[in-house]
Every structure is written in C-alpha cells, then in structure tokens.
T-cell receptor, first 114, second 113 residues
Framework: AQSVAQPEDQVNVAEGNPLTVKCTYSVSGNPYLFWYVQYPNRGLQFLLK??????LVKGSYGFEAEFNKSQTSFHLKKPSALVSDSALYFC????????????FGSGTKLNVKP | EADIYQTPRYLVIGTGKKITLECSQT?????MYWYQQDPGMELHLIHY???????EKGDLSSESTVSRIRTEHFPLTLESARPSHTSQYLCASSEPGLNEKLFFGSGTQLSVL
C-alpha cells in the first residue's frame, strides 16, 4: 500500500538557520515524490518533485529536497530559513499503479522565528 | 497563481440540507480531483476525474457525488449534509502526463450544524 509519513507535527527554527522537514514514504514501483506548501487560507502550492535522476532536487523559494532510496525518505531542506517560510508543508507520493492518485502526509507546520 | 477556483469559501448549513461545492479551472486540464482535509490529518482523495463524463471514487469513502459535464467544471454534491461531513474540501487539477503536479483551489470550509 502507498503511504507517506511526516513524523513531526511541527518544526521550529530561527530565521537564518537551516531547516529540515522530514518525509518517509512507502510505494510500489518507482517513487514519484512531491512537496507542497499551504499558507493560511490558501490552497496547496507545488514546491518541487522528484521523478528520476539527481537525488538532490531544487524547487521554488530556495527549497530543495534529498531523495534517499535506501531510507525511503524525501526530506525537505533550506539552507537559511525566512520568517515568510512559516506555513504547512505536505509531502506526497504518486501511486505506483494508478498514476491518477496521490497520497499525502499529514503535514508539518513550520514556524520560523525572527 | 493557479487558475482554479472554489466557491463558496466558507459554508455553514444545517443537517439534512443539499449542498453543492463548486470547482472550476481555466487551464484546460483533463484531470481533476476532490480531497478532504482535516486538521493534522492527511489529505484524503474522495473523487477524481480523467475527463468529461469520467468520474471515479477515491480511497476515502464519501457520501458525496461528483459530475463532469464540462472540462472546466467539477462540482461536488452532498444530498443530505450531516455533522460528520464537516471538513475542508480541496479541489485540484493536473496537466497531462505522468509526472505532472497538482494545482489546488483555496478550498471550501464546510460546517454542518
């Protein structure tokens, strides 16, 4: 069965420090992985995706994610956090058999303090 | 910004009412989706559509129904709302292809009293 786990409900980081938001996945077939961000009262916005190739994927707003096949992880990172990065972050994986289905984690609230 | 719109943004109704949540996109996407989102929980897929006259149920059992008569329009209907239907409903669409990302609307927060 396909699933995504985000083990941290909340991550707190000081502005200017690096941040990591964790995600692990379980999927049949090749993993197609995504990160989305949700600001208050807004829909989810696409940040980045991993399909194949380089394990380090770069996305919007300076975010990047590292794919690790052996650990089945796809952690979201940013070298220097901004207060404006504070939001809810969702990891998602595409179903390995039904490409029309995506499975989302429960979300991680990122708080960046000045 | 994605060109996908949901109305109403907030809806408070009484038990037993019939409601329709609207979703429209102007990007010409064939694939559209409805997700249910509760605080601290995963997004759950409740319906999706490959295109006009195509609808499928998602993984989360839902008493709602959907229709897809036009490419741009994918409304969700609850015939008789109950308090257990209280949730946020997110509509999304995606481009053709295997690796496409989802574009989300801002959601409808439904409260059934």
């Amino acid at each position: 069965a396909q699933s995504v786990a985000q083990p941290e409900d909340q991550v707190n980081v000081a502005e200017g420090n690096p941040l990591t938001v964790k995600c692990t996945y379980s999927v049949s077939g090749n993993p197609y992985l995504f990160w989305y961000v949700q600001y208050p009262n807004r829909g989810l916005q696409f940040l980045l995706k991993y399909i194949t190739g380089d394990n380090l994927v770069k996305g919007s707003y300076g975010f990047e994610a590292e794919f690790n096949k052996s650990q089945t992880s796809f952690h979201l990172k940013k070298p220097s956090a901004l207060v404006s990065d504070s939001a809810l972050y969702f990891c998602a994986v595409r179903d390995g058999y039904n490409f029309n289905k995506f499975y989302f984690g429960s979300g991680t609230k990122l708080n960046v303090k000045p | 910004e994605a060109d996908i719109y949901q109305t109403p943004r907030y809806l408070v109704i009484g038990t037993g009412k019939k409601i329709t949540l609207e979703c429209s996109q102007t990007m010409g996407h064939d694939k559209m989706y409805w997700y249910q989102q509760d605080p601290g929980m995963e997004l759950h897929l409740i319906h999706y559509s490959y295109g006009v006259n195509s609808t499928e149920k998602g993984d989360l059992s839902s008493e709602s129904t959907v229709s897809r008569i036009r490419t741009e329009h994918f409304p969700l209907t609850l015939e008789s709302a109950r308090p257990s239907h209280t949730s946020q409903y997110l509509c999304a669409s995606s481009e053709p292809g295997l690796n496409e990302k989802l574009f989300f609307g801002s959601g409808t927060q439904l409260s059934v009293l």
